[in-house]
């Protein structure tokens, strides 16, 4: 367990609903990223916060996903419309300093299957 | 984006041998590689880390080795146990320095 928690851990669906899912990280953990990692591949970055801004998206962030973290704490990520090729595991990372060259300890993920 | 990859999909190895896991990277602005470990149903979890201004950087039972010339980083993995039977993944921080880019992974067997 490394401090980080993510819910729920599993999620369907069905295609065109709402999903929201929900992050924990570190408390003293300034920064909050979140990945997309399909089966056989490696995490793909979506997105990162520094405290509450979030500062850099990737163009995998499609319009229909949205993420906030709005206290600096706690952080949400929903996907609106959900397709199936959403399906996936969604990672959140949190960690402590001002750059990427620090530790990220991750969560144990939201699996997420639209059917 | 970047393109982090693997050599090897899978690898398995007897128990008390060494382990060497390869990656190959593309963006030579990448200045900061990190080690991670997945096991099945977690999240990865770092193992080692190395900056660019090194070749080589030792833990504990873990090595990682990097050589800037031809953009390649291995994992080396002594006395290989059960335990470490998992996916390894390397990742780079590309141009920006804010976001890691991930290779598809090396599954590692180790075989009693």
């Known amino acids: 367990d490394t401090g980080v928690s993510q819910n729920p851990r599993h999620k369907i669906t069905k295609r065109g609903q709402n999903v929201t899912f929900r992050c924990d990280p570190i408390s003293e953990h300034n920064r909050l990223y979140w990945y997309r990692q399909t089966l056989g591949q490696g995490p793909e970055f979506l997105t990162y916060f520094q405290n509450e801004a979030q500062l850099e998206k990737s163009r995998l962030l499609s319009d229909r996903f949205s993420a906030e973290r709005p206290k600096g704490s706690f952080s949400t990520l929903e996907i609106q419309r959900t397709e199936q090729g959403d399906s996936a595991m969604y990672l959140c990372?949190?960690?402590w300093g001002q750059g990427a060259q620090d530790e990220q300890y991750f969560g144990p993920g939201t699996r997420l299957t639209v059917t | 984006g970047e393109s982090v990859g693997l050599h090897l999909p899978t690898l398995s190895v007897q128990e008390g041998d060494n382990s060497i896991i390869n990656c190959a990277y593309s963006?030579?602005?990448?200045?900061?590689f990190i080690w991670y470990k997945q096991e099945s149903g977690k999240g990865p979890q770092f193992i080692i880390d190395?900056?660019?201004?090194?070749d080589k950087r030792q833990g504990q039972r873990v090595t990682v080795l990097l050589n800037k010339t031809v953009k390649h980083l291995s994992l080396q993995i002594a006395a290989t146990q059960p335990g470490d039977s998992a996916v390894y993944f390397c990742?780079?921080?590309?141009?920006?320095?804010?976001?890691?880019?991930f290779g598809t992974g090396t599954s590692l067997t180790v075989i009693p």
């Open positions: 190395i900056r660019s201004n090194m």
């Open positions: 990742a780079e921080n590309g141009d920006t320095g804010n976001q890691f880019y």
């Open positions: 963006n030579s602005a990448s200045d900061y």
């Open positions: 990372a949190s960690s």
